[in-house]
């Protein structure tokens, strides 16, 4: 169980996640990665090991957009790699999710969703959330979010972006913790307060 960071702003979120990261560190974790939402496209980076090597990269290469999350990942289904970090998305790269927790029924599933097509490329249990929401996706990305909650068994924090959706960060938790910070024109989500303090002190925990 590590760590999820989420903004929605009018700032670039990049250095606002990976700031939220580094005050998830102590949580401990084995890879790392964030994803935004640019304006035109949802762009990714994710790599196994120390956040550095997230952040020594985006340094070279970056990126950036207004609407983003993040995550530090302890793994529990797949092994420490590239592919098995977070986040994880769809096939046509319009949603992206980050997870922590475990989802105790992915197997299940995954087996229906590989029947309906779906190709998975890690071994975690958290892609079939993507592709389930994927294939609950009616055009509103909250109610596909919901309806694909109802169907997982297990612990779960969860944030949620979709390229058809510039203005929406979804959250949703279940047994693993989640807070929301509120700013002015922006908001914040994280799986603990020390991640939003440099931005806000309005924090509230969702429940279940
Ligand atoms: N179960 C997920 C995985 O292994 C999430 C682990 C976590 O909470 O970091 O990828």
């Given at each position: 169980m590590c760590g999820i960071v989420g903004y929605i702003g009018e700032k670039n979120a990049v250095p606002i996640l990976l700031n939220g990261l580094q005050k998830l560190e102590y949580r401990g974790y084995d890879s790392s990665g964030i994803a935004i939402n640019n304006g035109k496209e949802i762009e990714y980076k994710k790599f196994k090991g120390r956040l550095t090597i997230l952040e020594n990269h985006l340094k070279e290469n970056p990126i950036?957009?207004?609407?983003?999350?993040?995550?530090?990942?302890?793994?529990?289904?797949?092994?420490?790699?590239?592919?098995?970090?977070?986040?994880?998305?769809n096939e046509e790269e319009t949603i992206a999710v980050v997870h922590n927790g475990i989802i105790e029924n992915y197997i299940a599933i995954k087996e229906e969703l590989i029947n309906k097509g779906y190709k998975f490329k890690s071994q975690t249990d958290t892609e079939v959330v993507v592709h389930l929401i994927d294939s609950l996706y009616e055009g509103d990305l909250l109610t596909a979010v919901f309806k694909a909650v109802e169907r997982l068994k297990g612990a779960y924090a969860l944030g949620v972006i979709s390229k058809d959706h510039p203005g929406e960060l979804v959250a949703v938790r279940k047994e693993s913790p989640l807070v929301v910070g509120l700013g002015e024109e922006e908001n914040f989500i994280a799986s603990d307060i020390p991640a939003l303090l440099k931005y806000t002190r309005k924090v509230y925990f969702l429940e279940n």
């Open positions: 950036a957009g207004n609407l983003g999350i993040g995550h530090t990942r302890w793994a529990t289904h797949g092994e420490p790699s590239d592919e098995n970090a977070h986040p994880h998305l």
